[in-house]
Antibody, heavy 123, light 106 residues
Framework: EVQLVQSGAEVKKPGESLKISCKGS????????IGWVRQMPGKGLEWMGI????????RYSPSFQGQVTISADKSISTAYLQWSSLKASDTAMYYC????????????????WGQGTMVTVSS | SYELTQLPSVSVSPGQTARITCSGD??????ADWYQQKPGQAPELVIY???ERYPGIPERFSGSTSGNTTTLTISRVLTEDEADYYC?????????FGGGTKLTVL
């Protein structure tokens, strides 16, 4: 079964760092992009960025460039989303997602989604 | 930057047809996808590449694009179709979700 399993919920204080993970299984992890999507409480979906684990090619939405870092460790089929200094406005559910096809097209549809990681930033 | 515009809400009665639209300049040059999200769940792909139904999605769901507007049509709406629906489109460097439409089945 193809699946993405994300790390558990996090509660952090402003200024702290954080790295959440997304582990792929059931498919060739290095052949598909992995994207990250934010959903703030009660709000819509936002496309954050995407990484190709095969060569670590990474692209960011202009809205998130410089705010987060996306990485991957292909040896353990895991992608990451990290913050160096969290803000209260980073409080959100974060989803990883895999595109439909193993193409290099970065705007392919996402058909496999992780269960989400809730990040709460509060003093 | 560009935008994808969706009406915040659409209401229909069971058995009727719901049409959810998404408008934006990028739709004339890029495919659109539609996602369904129910409360407390991750989004699910419904339609991809404007009109292709994802496997397992009922035939009641269809998609079409004309000019700068893409439409998700749900025929013979069921109460279980009540959810938030999001379009996604854009070029490879900046895909973008629409703001979402809450479908209420009265």
């Amino acid at each position: 079964e193809v699946q993405l399993v994300q790390s558990g919920a996090e509660v952090k204080k402003p200024g702290e760092s954080l790295k959440i993970s997304c582990k792929g299984s059931g498919y060739s992890f290095t052949s598909y992009w992995i994207g990250w999507v934010r959903q703030m409480p009660g709000k819509g979906l936002e496309w954050m960025g995407i990484i190709y684990p095969g060569d670590s090619d990474t692209r960011y939405s202009p809205s998130f460039q410089g705010q987060v870092t996306i990485s991957a460790d292909k040896s353990i089929s895991t992608a990451y989303l990290q913050w160096s200094s969290l803000k209260a406005s980073d409080t959100a559910m974060y989803y990883c997602a895999r595109p439909l096809t193993p193409s290099r097209r970065r705007n392919d549809a996402f058909d496999i989604w992780g269960q989400g990681t809730m990040v709460t930033v509060s003093s | 930057s560009y935008e994808l515009t969706q009406l915040p809400s659409v209401s229909v009665s069971p058995g009727q047809t719901a049409r959810i639209t998404c408008s934006g300049d990028v739709l004339g040059e890029n495919y659109a996808d539609w996602y369904q999200q129910k409360p407390g769940q991750a989004p699910e792909l419904v339609i991809y590449e404007d009109s292709e139904r994802y496997p397992g999605i009922p035939e009641r769901f269809s998609g079409s694009t004309s000019g700068n507007t893409t439409t998700l049509t749900i025929s013979r709406v069921l109460t279980e179709d009540e959810a938030d629906y999001y379009c996604l489109s854009g070029d490879e460097d900046n895909p973008l979700f629409g703001g979402g439409t809450k479908l209420t089945v009265l």
